[in-house]
């Protein structure tokens, strides 16, 4: 079966694609290269340079005639959602709907979402699929809005979906310049010697989900999760003040965090309950974060040398 994996060149996206050939799916990838690199993919695998704006793209479903849709293309950063909500919102709303518009076009089954926990912003409770939204920042709220063209596409057109809402995803391949993950970005500045930076306190939760499990999810929703919204995540909080203890400790690195002031549009807490995922897909998260960590800065290591 053919799949057509927008943002395949990307940190996620690049783990769906291996994951997609691993249980015999022929994914056909749509990436810009604005933040993906073409080496993260097999050479063999079919790649269209194309932004998802672009009305080109009804090309490669007329080509390529997938069946189901793994949209992943978008503006990612947070800050960049602050300072250029136009931006943000053309690549993640417009650019959704003129793929769900392609998808009624060319009688695709399944359009598979990358939503995040973005959308719910702050919680003082452990969020499920039903706490109620309330976005932070530009990039929650684009998101939100694309789930709510999914939804009227569903209920308009027939076309099925899967909603993720990730919860903070890392991994191999993930960027560590820029606005790259934090635990990448930790990892690469305490392999280099450098002093790494926290913004506010530290006291700051997050729930972080391993790369490979968020893939795992992605290949299990082009057979379950119909028409359903679920969290993907581990259920369980660590504060960047402890996560860089880890890290420090794994790497064998004495280096203290240098504090800086908090960012506008951050969460503070973020714990996301998982149980959905398992009744809806059968999905769990693979281990706990110490073996996925390990194998994160693994990974970094070899980069390295
Ligand atoms: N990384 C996380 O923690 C996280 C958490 C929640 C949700 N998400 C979502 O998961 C998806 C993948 O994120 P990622 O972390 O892999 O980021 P990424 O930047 O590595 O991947 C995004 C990909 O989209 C491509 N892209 C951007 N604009 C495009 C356009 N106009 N046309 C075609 N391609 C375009 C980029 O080149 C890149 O390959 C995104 O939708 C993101 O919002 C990520």
Redesign the pocket.
Known sequence: MKVLV????????SHVVECLLENGYTPVV????????RSNLADDVSFYN????SKEIEQVFKIEKPEVVI??????NVSTSLKAPVEDAA??IL?TINLLDMCKKHAVKKFIF?????VYGDADTVIDEETPTSPLSF?GTS?LVSESYIQLFQRLHGLSFTIF??????GPR??SDGEG?VISIFINQLLNGKTPSIFGTGNQTRDFVFVEDVAKANVLAIKSGENEIINISCNHQISINELFKLLAAEISSSATPNYLPGQSGEILHSQLNNQKALQTLGWKPSSDIHTHLLKTIEHFQSYRS
Do not use: E, P
């Open positions: 927008t943002g395949g060149t990307g940190f996620i996206g749509l990436d810009n290269l604005s933040s993906g690199i194309m932004s998802i704006l949209h992943l293309a978008a503006q990612v690549t993640n650019g990358s939503s995040s926990s973005a990039y998101k809402r990730y919860a903070n995803v890392f993930q960027k993950g």
